[in-house]
């Protein structure tokens, strides 16, 4: 999947996302957002210029997003973002509006409209995860040129090819050739192969 795949994802199908954003006095604050709309330049929603989250939006110009689909644990997908924010204004409004109809019930006239605005999520990175696939299946993805960064468990040159890690591993995700290689997209991150390693040749980035 491209990042425009999991930005449509987030909007079509999940929809109802957690954000978290922080306060003035530096605190984690969290709210339920619906994002309305994406295409190849990010996420938008909108928002009320009278509330506390608009006011923390305008502060700090980020945000991270959560959100999940599936019945159960074992049966969802799961999708972080995390990204810079800026306001757009109104032009966005009847867009967002022909998209999600059921904002018509919430601020039914042109009038009452007057206090929204549109925000849009225009560059970040998020991460995919899987818990319905066996192995589980992660991937990382950016938009808006953000910078791709690595992160994880990697195994080094120092490895002595002893395999005290492949027991340890709850996904099985870790092969040995010329020294052990663990498969990103499987892995949990859990860490048990940096723990057990003799030698520390298993890094974190």
């Known amino acids: ?21 922080v306060d003035s006095e530096g605190l984690p604050v969290t709210c339920v957002i619906d994002m309305m709309y994406a295409d190849e330049n990010g996420l938008y929603f909108l928002t009320a210029k009278g509330k506390n989250f608009y006011q923390r939006l305008k502060d700090k110009g980020y945000l991270a997003l959560s959100g999940k689909k599936g019945e ?29 109809p059921y904002m018509c019930e919430i601020y039914p006239t042109e009038e009452s409209r007057k206090a929204l605005t549109v925000f849009q999520i225009y560059e970040g990175s998020g991460e995919w995860f899987d818990l319905s696939k066996k ?49 990103q997209e499987n892995c949990l991150h859990c860490g048990n192969c940096a723990e057990v390693c003799p030698v520390g040749a298993v890094i974190r980035r």
């Open 1 to 21: 999947m491209t990042a425009n795949d999991y930005l449509r994802f987030i909007v079509d199908v999940i929809h109802s996302t957690v954000i978290a954003t």
């Open 72 to 100: 159960d644990t074992m049966s969802c997908t799961a999708i972080s973002v995390r990204g810079k924010v800026r306001e757009l204004g109104s032009d966005m409004l009847p867009l967002l509006f022909e998209n999600n």
């Open 135 to 183: 192995p589980i299946e992660r991937d990382s993805f950016t938009f808006g040129g953000a910078e791709i960064t690595e992160s994880g468990y990697f195994v080094t040159d120092d490895c002595i090819r002893c395999g005290s890690c492949l027991s340890d591993c709850p996904q099985s995700c870790i092969e040995l050739k010329e020294k052990a290689v663990i498969r």
